[in-house]
């Protein structure tokens, strides 16, 4: 019997620049390639992790691997790396971007090289693995766990962040010397495999150049409060490729530039995302189901456009004092500055910064309801969820629902539940437009 | 002007037509099995039958239930939420929170005070907290699921079932009476694990009086005891429990009458085709 295709899994989106997304992932890998095949060195690496501007600096071609399993899941690839990890010992509940990651390294030394047809040419050896604590361990275990199938020197940094009640003061410095040894750690390390100093300037640039792109996102998704919407949810989880996967990078900032542009005229010109808007949702959390993208799309057919989103949206711009003189330094503060930037305005209302962001979002951009992603394997975009949702109980009524599949694999995934509950969701809503 | 409304369950079709003052002209609850969801149309034939009315005769139908996508008769569809919700308002208008257990699946609704879905959680693909969990499990003790809730009465004391899911529990279950449990110490567990679950997933909501259980579930009287126990307070049964997803479907055709809302698309006699 022939296996049925499923033909369309991504979303249509509402921007021209959000749809030129796909050269800059396929650009990703290419340019891995690339540089390996110039004698350069590539890295595995985590984003967020706060060293992107190190990795530029020191000329290192990153390959963000969590991504290339988002990839693999968005062209229904993922099974063979899923089902192959799971061959070799690790549990259905370990992150599958981690299983697709293992999988993949597996396959590729089993197989003697890339495994045929893997997306976009897929991952080249790398020549080390750069780990990191932030957001959750997966990112932290998993380079050390891929050691069982490359022969290849890691090295995992620390990410701290203090307690929403820590007195910031007392703790500020200690936390931000720390960073600085774990990013000088780092660089040591990399300066031993490339055989390079960092160049402090170098460093600067990139610095600069990352701070300008995250910058005019920041102003773009400002232009979102507008009513229609000028660029829904789906096109933020591809327009984040340029901020997360290219930061230290002229490309990032031509291209926010140019959706700038793009999103000002929308807003100018009121068009909206869809001809009749009637519902404006927030993304309230969790990694996108990126096997089944177009489920954006069958919102909005019921007239609900995801006005904004919190999900890979991890800080808005910080002020870095001015008498920082050392970037190094600099990375240390900024990183911890963004980490507390919304701890004061949680310990005056909710106590819980994250729920302070959704109360924010809730009202700026007038929305009508929430919507969170229960991935079953990603435990840190997960847990908190029915927590946020109780406490954004204590001060709004909208309608919030919880879909609940994985990021990446499929098994977690029932079509007719999701449309099930998507048709009460809107119902909700529309019950209460009605009074 | 009658109206009627069909809910097409996961194991059964109920139909119900009422009249413009709301009063119920006739109730049919289908066949139940895979096999029998087709005849739909028959359902509703009988209930039109019972009512002395013909199809051309009703004002508005409204179809419900995972089935109600593919009811060719049908004026408009409504999900199952929002008609167990206007069922429930008609029937028992304190009720805050409805807990419903069906063949597939079950489902929590939180009614704000004008008795409109506030919000809602329904449980994943999963098979436990559901009925088709105590239907598989009373095949393996080879008991008939309707005797499940007085049996269970008869315990003493439960045994835990610690699997929720149904395959396991199956396991556990057969080892449990291998162990010397008594079937009716492991129905009282069953239901426990189920009422367990079931109100873990509600809680979500916050717990508000009335609370009450509707579905196959609520025909358990096992199982009714174990949520009771879970949530603290008696809950509220209403008279037909397996109808309340139909009435509320009737009466939400009443309501677009009232409003001036027209049919989406011309009736079919048609069979209902989705689930074969
Ligand atoms: S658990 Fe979640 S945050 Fe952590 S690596 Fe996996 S997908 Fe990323």
Redesign the interface.
């Known amino acids: 019997m022939e296996q049925k295709e499923q033909t369309k899994t991504t979303a249509v989106k509402g921007t021209d620049m959000a749809r030129k997304v796909r050269g800059l992932v396929k650009n990703i890998y290419r340019s891995a390639h690339e540089a390996k095949a110039q004698g350069k060195k590539v890295a595995y690496m985590m984003v967020s992790s706060q060293y992107d501007e190190i990795i530029r600096a020191m000329d290192v071609v990153p390959i963000p691997t969590e991504n290339y399993a988002g990839l693999c899941a968005a062209k229904r690839e993922m099974d063979r790396f899923l089902l192959k990890a799971e061959a070799d010992g690790y549990s259905q509940v370990l992150c599958s971007y981690a299983r697709i990651g293992l999988g993949f390294d597996s396959l590729r030394k089993e197989l003697g090289g890339i495994p045929e047809g893997a997306p976009d040419g897929g991952m080249p050896t790398p020549d080390m693995m750069l780990g990191s604590s932030a957001v959750c361990d997966p990112r932290y275990k998993w380079f050390q766990a891929a050691g069982r199938y490359l022969d290849v020197p890691t090295y995992s940094i620390d990410v701290v962040w203090p307690p929403v009640d820590a007195d910031l003061k007392a703790v500020r410095d200690h936390y931000i010397q720390y960073q600085k040894e774990q990013f000088q750690g780092l660089i040591s390390f990399m300066e031993q495999q490339t055989g390079k100093k960092l160049n402090k300037e170098r460093l600067w640039e990139t610095i600069r150049l990352s701070d300008e792109a995250w910058r005019l996102w920041y102003e773009i998704d400002r232009m979102r409060v507008a009513i229609p919407s000028p660029m829904p949810a789906q096109d933020h989880f591809s327009v984040m490729v340029a901020g997360y996967y290219y930061p230290g990078m002229q490309e990032a900032v031509d291209f926010y530039q140019s959706l700038y542009d793009e999103v000002k005229y929308k807003v100018e010109n009121k068009i909206g995302v869809i001809p009749d808007e009637k519902y404006r949702i927030l993304y309230g959390g969790g990694l996108p189901p990126w096997h089944t993208l177009w489920i954006f799309n069958y919102f909005e057919s019921f007239g609900a456009v995801f006005a904004i989103e919190r999900q890979y949206r991890a800080y808005d711009p910080v002020e870095v004092p001015s008498s920082v003189k050392d970037p190094v330094e600099f990375l240390a503060w900024r990183s911890f500055l963004r980490a507390t930037q919304f701890y004061e305005k949680a310990r005056a209302n909710s106590g819980n910064p994250t729920v302070e962001r959704l109360l924010g979002m809730i009202d700026r951009y007038a929305i009508d309801g929430v919507v969170f992603h229960a991935c079953r394997s990603c435990r840190a975009t997960t847990i908190g969820q ?1 927590h946020y ?2 406490i954004l ?1 204590r001060y709004t ?1 909208i ?4 879909l ?1 599949s994985d990021m990446v694999d499929l098994r977690d995934y ?1 079509e ?2 999701w449309k ?2 998507i ?3 809107i ?2 809503l529309a ?2 437009s009605a ?1 | 002007m009658p109206f009627a409304g069909i809910d097409i369950g996961s194991t059964m079709t109920k139909a119900i037509i009422v009249d413009h003052e709301e009063r119920i002209l006739a109730s049919v609850i289908g066949p139940t099995g895979a096999e029998h969801r087709h005849l739909a149309l028959k359902v509703i034939d009988e209930a039109l039958q019972k009512a002395s009315l013909a199809m051309e005769g009703l004002d508005f139908i409204v179809a419900t239930g ?1 089935g109600r996508i593919s009811v060719p008769f049908a004026d408009k569809q ?5 008609c167990h919700a206007r069922g429930i308002r008609a029937l028992l208008p304190t009720v805050r929170i409805i807990i419903d257990i069906g063949g597939q ?1 079950s489902k929590g609704i939180k009614l ?1 005070n ?1 008795g ?7 449980n ?2 999963c098979a436990a907290g559901t009925g088709r969990f105590l239907e598989v499990i009373a095949e393996t003790l080879g008991l008939k699921l309707d005797r499940l809730g007085k049996i269970s009465l008869t315990a003493e004391a439960y045994v835990q079932i610690s699997n929720t899911c149904t395959v396991f529990a199956e396991h556990e279950v057969t080892s449990r009476l291998a162990e010397g449990a008594s079937i009716p110490e492991i129905v009282a567990g069953l239901h426990e694990a189920i009422a367990g679950r079931v109100i873990n997933m509600v809680r ?1 909501l ?1 717990m508000e009086k009335d609370v009450v259980v509707t579905g196959g579930g609520a025909m358990n009287i096992g199982l009714v005891r174990a949520i009771e126990n879970k949530v603290g307070f008696p809950v509220l049964i209403p008279p037909e429990p397996l109808l309340t997803g139909a009435l509320g479907a009737a009466l939400a055709g009443h309501d677009f009458v009232r409003r001036g809302v027209t049919p989406d698309h011309g009736r079919r006699r048609e069979r209902v085709t989705f689930f074969q």
Request: hydrophobic share 35%; charged share 30%; net charge negative.
């Open positions: 029915v949702k109780n109980g009524d309608p919030m629902m919880q609940v029932s007719a539940q099930a509950q048709g009460a969701f119902e909700t019950g209460r009074r | 995972y409504i999900t199952e939420i929002t699946d704000d004008e409109k879905v506030a919000n809602f959680v329904m994943d693909k979500h916050g």
